[in-house]
């Protein structure tokens, strides 16, 4: 999953960093690696789906929401707010480890 600008170190950093997130919140070793997948997809995505004028931090954040919600909101047995929790801790992890986003 090489993406523009970014290369499979740093994909690789990201994916471990993002693991140690979720296993500090306790989450399922194994739930956590999808949820880890999905999330760098649409994090490292974002620039194409969004309009330059459009991109703030707090904007990136949400659409990573959107993109786990896309992917697992159809499961019933998620608590309410679950994923907004866990997009809010990734986005924080990834915006301060992530890659610069291209302009």
């Known amino acids: 999953m090489v993406r523009r600008g970014v290369s499979e170190e740093q994909i690789a950093v ?3 960093g993002l693991l140690d997130v979720a296993r ?3 989450w399922d070793p194994e739930g956590a690696a999808g949820l880890v997948d999905v999330a760098l997809r649409r994090w490292l995505t ?6 330059p004028n459009k991109r703030s931090p707090e904007l990136h954040v949400l659409d990573l929401r959107r993109g786990l919600e896309q992917q697992y909101g159809s499961n019933l047995y998620l ?3 679950w994923l907004t929790h866990v997009a809010k801790r990734f986005g924080e992890y990834l915006l301060t480890a992530g890659p610069e986003p291209e302009r």
């Open 14 to 16: 990201l994916r471990a």
């Open 24 to 26: 500090a919140g306790t």
């Open 46 to 51: 974002f620039e194409r789906r969004s309009r």
């Open 79 to 81: 608590e309410p707010g």
